[in-house]
Nanobody, 115 residues
Framework: QVQLVESGGGLVQAGGSLRLSCAAS????????MGWYRQAPGTQRELLAG???????WYADSVEGRFTISRDNRKNTVYLQMNSLKPEDTGVYYC?????????WGKGTPVTVSS
């Protein structure tokens, strides 16, 4: 089993920045794609960014140019640098990882952006 633990969330003013981290532990062989999702109040969970093991990123239109996803395969950790935060970025941010065809999720870290 793989466990994912997110960290770095909190309260920030609009225009500010946060850096989220997600560390994987447990039975690690070779983690494939990792990603970050967000669930805002009253909405469905949304994929914000993904990254392949080789480091190729993908971004949702809503965060393109503001967020940067990266990973450190040696540390089994994925990061999300969030800049120019907006109130609509508020929500619970979840880390996801795939390994040998199985998907794993963290418990989430809340982010609140105040105006």
């Amino acid at each position: 089993q793989v466990q994912l633990v997110e960290s770095g969330g909190g309260l920030v003013q609009a225009g500010g920045s946060l850096r989220l981290s997600c560390a994987a532990s447990g039975t690690i062989f070779s983690i494939d794609t990792m990603g970050w999702y967000r669930q805002a109040p009253g909405t469905q969970r949304e994929l914000l960014a993904g990254i392949s093991r080789a480091g190729l990123p993908w971004y949702a239109d809503s965060v393109e140019g503001r967020f940067t996803i990266s990973r450190d395969n040696r540390k089994n950790t994925v990061y999300l640098q969030m800049n120019s935060l907006k109130p609509e970025d508020t929500g619970v941010y979840y880390c996801n990882a795939d390994q040998t065809g199985m998907a794993y999720w963290g418990k989430g870290t809340p982010v609140t952006v105040s105006s």
